[in-house]
């Protein structure tokens, strides 16, 4: 059974950082990309952050130079550190791991930014 379990979310005010943590079992970790998603209140769920199995990275423009996602394949985790948070980073964050067309997604963390 695969399990995708996300932490770190909560409350911070703007400017302010969280860490994201979400580990995977169930999987074969390593040869899985590995996302984060965002959607926010009223809006779809978009891409924010991702990296491959050779911990190659991505970003949306919207996160660049704020977000830092990294991989612990020892552990099955991933993480996504948010720094110089902002109010419209708010939103509920979710982990996905696709391998050619095997998709999982977990439950959910919610992030909100607010002073």
């Known amino acids: 059974q695969v399990q995708l379990v996300e932490s770190g979310g909560g409350l911070v005010q703007p400017g302010g950082s969280l860490r994201l943590s979400c580990a995977a079992s169930g999987i074969i970790f390593g040869i899985y990309t590995m996302n984060w998603y965002r959607q926010a209140p009223g809006n779809e769920r978009e891409l924010v952050a991702t990296?491959?199995?050779?911990?190659?990275?991505d970003y949306a423009d919207s996160v660049k130079g704020r977000f830092t996602i990294s991989r612990d394949n020892a552990k099955n985790t991933v993480y996504l550190r948010m720094d110089s948070l902002k109010a419209e980073d708010t939103g509920v964050y979710y982990c996905?791991?696709?391998?050619?067309?095997?998709?999982?997604w977990g439950q959910g963390t919610r992030v909100t930014v607010s002073s």
């Open positions: 996905n791991a696709n391998f050619v067309g095997n998709n999982h």
């Open positions: 990296i491959s199995a050779h911990v190659t990275t």
